[in-house]
């Protein structure tokens, strides 16, 4: 936990950019946070501590990544873009952050399998595009990730802290929860950003439980998961039809679970999958 010479504003974040030459690009989902309150309330929601060791995916130029060095013991902060991942200690020289207060792993968040440190925490700005391919691997790979919080895109919160039978109820609502209670937690002003989105945020809260099951059950109840997303129209009996050789197979599997086969899978809570699962191995 440091005391800090203030957090990144504005204009600060605008002459940084222009210096090292980024453009906020679409295609890395680039919205940079120009609002220091708004940094301190995620790192606030996200209950950092000064024990805690927090990683950040995707710190940019370094406006969310003050306000957990504030709060936090240790930043282990995961950067794709080399231009900004080069630029990020400077800034934090400038702010009087120790050097021993943050590490910089230049690296695509989907590849990193491992970190110098076990995390406790995590928080991020998660880009459209990635965001949850980018926190079901984080779950998956850090089992030390106790909590945290992420802005995305208020389309994506959605789907992640959904309930069955809502339009948003997907795929990622359900896998999310093998490992975290998710919860939504407010939305943000898209003035916080630079530039200015055309789409709102929101964020989204988790909370790590024991996992739902051992891996070979966690990939088998993951594809039931996925083909009954990948139809959601059709009841169960029809989308893992494919799966079990036949709709009269996979009603007798379903069945055998005590799960309905007209329903949908929209219909269906983490468990259920789980029941499917287990009734197709036994």
């Known amino acids: 936990m440091s005391e800090l010479k203030g957090l990144l504003g504005a204009t600060e974040i605008r002459e940084i950019a222009a210096r090292i030459g980024v453009t906020p690009t679409k295609k890395l989902g680039q919205n940079f946070v120009v609002d220091a309150n708004v940094c301190r309330k995620i790192v606030s929601v996200a209950d950092v501590s000064p024990n805690d060791i927090v990683v950040e995916i995707g710190p940019g130029l370094g406006s969310l990544s003050l306000a957990i060095i504030e709060s936090a013991k240790h930043l282990l902060a995961v950067e794709i873009d080399s231009r900004l991942a080069a630029e990020l200690p400077q800034t934090f020289d400038r702010h009087e952050v120790a050097t021993d207060a943050f590490t910089i792993i230049n690296q695509d968040a989907l590849a990193v399998d491992e970190l110098p440190m076990q995390p406790d925490v995590l928080v991020a700005n998660l880009p459209y595009n990635i965001s949850v391919p980018v926190l079901l691997h984080f779950f998956e790979r850090f089992p030390t990730l106790r909590s945290g919080v992420v802005m995305v895109q208020s389309e994506v919160a959605d789907r992640l802290a959904a309930v069955p039978g809502s339009k948003s109820y997907g795929s990622p609502s359900v896998k999310a929860t093998w ?103 036994s």
């Open 179 to 281: 490992w975290m209670q998710m919860s939504a937690a407010g939305g943000v002003a898209r003035s916080i950003f630079w530039p200015v989105p055309n789409v709102d945020s929101s964020l989204v809260k988790f909370v790590r439980h024991e996992p739902a099951g051992d891996e070979a059950l966690r990939l088998r109840t993951f594809e039931i998961i996925d083909a009954a997303f990948a139809q959601r129209r059709k009841m169960l009996r029809a989308a893992l039809s494919g799966m079990f050789g036949g709709s009269s197979q996979a009603s007798a599997v379903i069945e055998s679970a005590g799960i309905d086969p007209t329903l949908r899978g929209e219909a269906l809570l983490l468990p259920d999958f789980i029941k499917i699962a287990e009734a197709s191995h």
